[in-house]
């Protein structure tokens, strides 16, 4: 399996994202969602999660149709005495909104299925120079979630044992949850976070070949079949 830089990536999905902004032909949209299907059971997202992540974009998608069908149509009067209004849809409409939705949510969830957010951050830090500060925060945000987790189950149990049935518990995690962010900022600033000088990364990634390739010829793809369909 082709492993790509998470940052390019990113890079690439933003690009063709930002093209098929500026596309409204449904069959074009439709398309991309099919090939971003397909890239997801290569990278062996298992069918049970793609359908999952779909059901409420599925279901935004059928809202946005009948909303553009019934809306962006003609209306014309039956009669002058009953006023009953007979709205002739425009189904082109709808289904041009309904693809664009899908398309955008399968290019979202291609990248978060096959991206470690972790790899990502360290990509941007890396080859897109974001500020060490900033990318370093965000990972020590990203580390602190299952530990706020953990320890409401942990306040849960411990509340449930004693009897209580109700959530009182939420003061004490979140002390908990301060103390423990002052821990790791005081941390992370011991070890020199802080600093402007260079540092050694643990986790180094490359930028190959194959993500430059990537890069111009899913654009170019993109691109051309936009101006080919006009």
Do not use: C, D, H, T
């Given at each position: 399996?082709?492993?790509?830089?998470?940052?390019?990536?990113g890079l690439t999905l933003f690009l063709i994202s930002l093209i098929l902004s500026f596309e409204y032909n449904y069959y074009f949209n439709?398309?991309?969602?099919?090939v971003m299907i397909l890239l997801m059971l290569i990278n062996k997202v298992s069918i049970?999660?793609?359908?999952?992540?779909?059901?409420?974009?599925?279901?935004l998608a059928v809202g946005v149709f009948f909303t553009g069908f019934l809306h962006s149509g003609e209306s014309t009067d039956v009669t002058s005495l009953t006023k009953i209004v007979v709205v002739i849809g425009d189904a082109e409409t709808g289904m041009q909104l309904a693809m664009r939705i899908m398309a955008f949510a399968s290019i979202g969830l291609f990248f978060v299925f096959t991206t470690d957010p972790r790899l990502f951050i360290l990509s941007l830090n890396q080859q897109f120079k974001l500020p060490r500060n900033f990318a370093y925060g965000i990972l020590a945000a990203y580390s602190f979630i299952p530990i706020v987790k953990q320890?409401?189950?942990?306040?849960?149990?411990?509340?449930?044992?004693?009897?209580v049935e109700k959530n009182i518990f939420m003061l004490p995690m979140l002390v908990t949850a301060v103390r423990s962010s002052e821990s790791i900022a005081m941390a992370m600033e011991s070890k020199g976070f802080?600093?402007?000088g260079k540092r050694s990364e643990y986790i180094k990634l490359s930028v190959s070949i194959w993500d430059y390739i990537i890069l111009v010829v899913g654009t170019l793809i993109v691109l051309v079949g936009t101006i080919i369909r006009k």
């Open positions: 399996m082709l492993k790509l830089n998470p940052a390019y990536k439709f398309g991309i969602f099919l049970k999660k793609i359908v999952l992540a779909f059901l409420p974009v599925i279901f320890e409401y189950q942990n306040m849960r149990f411990a509340y449930r044992a004693r009897g802080n600093s402007k």
